[in-house]
């Protein structure tokens, strides 16, 4: 899609929702907003609540920039809703956000591509037949452990566990959040993230939290929480190794026009992927705005791209 024919259309962005992440959708959302209208584009603030899809046709929008993160948002549901509308959206589409979301499913993909990932293990609420299940995890994978809910995102629910106590009170955090949850082998080393906008994959950033013992909540969003380094100081193989993980875990589940994938690089070097965020946050503090700026891209120039990847065959 052409500038001049973008400046045309109503742009309707999506955000805030009712998922855990609200706050951080709004923030990102905002800054989304804020760089259209200055860049002279027509844009509605939609801020998504459970009437949406009766309010949908009212706001009479051209295309939909999708800013929502964790459920209703970035799994799959609204793109679904926006499809059936007939309302072009930006981003991936409805089987690639839903697979993302799951991390349970994503991991079954990567294993099948041989995508490096976490050893791991699936407990079920419903099928959990007592404590045994859970401690064969354990002898299995050995501590640390992280468990984690399958389905949320920005670290919540998520805990590493050293010891049996932590590894119960894990499981208790993270039932309360999903059905089902992942037990993972603990990959020590670095915390790396790789953004992906169109066909282009970002450098690397190395992401150093500051306070606490992993990049958690307050690591991610708060300011001064964690130190990214962009690009990462990483051997040049080792970068590109990682760079081309990101990318075929980013193709494996069938992604487009953009996406965040974490990963761990273990001291020897092996890059393991974590998990692919379709809805990468885009606040002042967030990691693909930084990787995109390392390219020379500003906010707007990353948010009209980002539009663009999206409706390009
Ligand atoms: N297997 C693992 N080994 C080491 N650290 C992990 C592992 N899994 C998660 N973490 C830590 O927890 C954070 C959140 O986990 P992640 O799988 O990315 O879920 P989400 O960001 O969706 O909550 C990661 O960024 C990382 O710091
Ligand atoms: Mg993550």
Redesign the pocket.
Known sequence: MKLAELKKKRIGVLYGGWSPEREISLKSGGAVIKALRDGGFNVIAIDVDKKIAEKLPKYKIDLAFIILHGPFGEDGTVQALLQSAGIPYTGCGVLSSALAMN?IFSKEIFNFYKIGT?EWAVLSKTALPGLNCAMHCVETLGYPL?V?PAT?????G?T?AKNKTEFLKGLRLAFKYDEQILV????PGK?LTVGIIGNKVLPVIEIIPVKGK??DFRAKYAKGGSVHVVPAKLDKKIAEDVKDTAKKAFDALGCKAVSRI?I?LSPEGRP?V??VNTLPGMTETSLLPDAAKACGMSFLDMVLEIIKSSFTK
């Open positions: 991390k976490p992280v984690k949320q995102g920005s670290a919540i998520v590493i993972e082998e603990y990959i915390e992993f990049y974490d761990r393991y974590l998990e």
